[in-house]
Nanobody, 127 residues
Framework: QVQLVESGGGLVQAGASLRLSCAASGLQFNYYAMTWFRQAPGKEREPVAAVSRSGGSTYYADSVKGRFTISRDNAKNTVSLQMNSLKSEDTAVYYC????????????????????WGKGTLVTVSS
């Protein structure tokens, strides 16, 4: 049974930092590209950051470039999202998702193509 379990969310003030983690089990982790999505109230779920199977390729949404960093540890089956200089508009439920990718350097941002999802962790940034 595949499980993706997010942690690290919380309530912080604008300008603060948070580190989200996603622990994966039940899958061959290094076969999967990993993506962090977020969904704010009343909005579509959107990709925030993605990392390839090898960790060598990454994607960032324009809104988080320079502030967020995605990384993965294939030995520990985890993917993390370091979020700095948080803004009120970063408030959302953050989800990690996985999709197999034949290209070791490929990243995935299509929410409809994800094979597995976590249940999400809430990040609230107060201004």
């Amino acid at each position: 049974q595949v499980q993706l379990v997010e942690s690290g969310g919380g309530l912080v003030q604008a300008g603060a930092s948070l580190r989200l983690s996603c622990a994966a089990s039940g899958l061959q982790f290094n076969y999967y590209a990993m993506t962090w999505f977020r969904q704010a109230p009343g909005k579509e779920r959107e990709p925030v950051a993605a990392v390839s199977r090898s960790g060598g390729s990454t994607y960032y949404a324009d809104s988080v470039k320079g502030r967020f960093t995605i990384s993965r540890d294939n030995a520990k089956n985890t993917v993390s999202l370091q979020m700095n200089s948080l803004k009120s508009e970063d408030t959302a439920v953050y989800y990690c998702a996985a999709r197999t990718n034949g290209n070791i350097s490929g990243v995935d941002t299509n929410k409809n193509a994800m094979a597995y999802w976590g249940k999400g962790t809430l990040v609230t940034v107060s201004s």
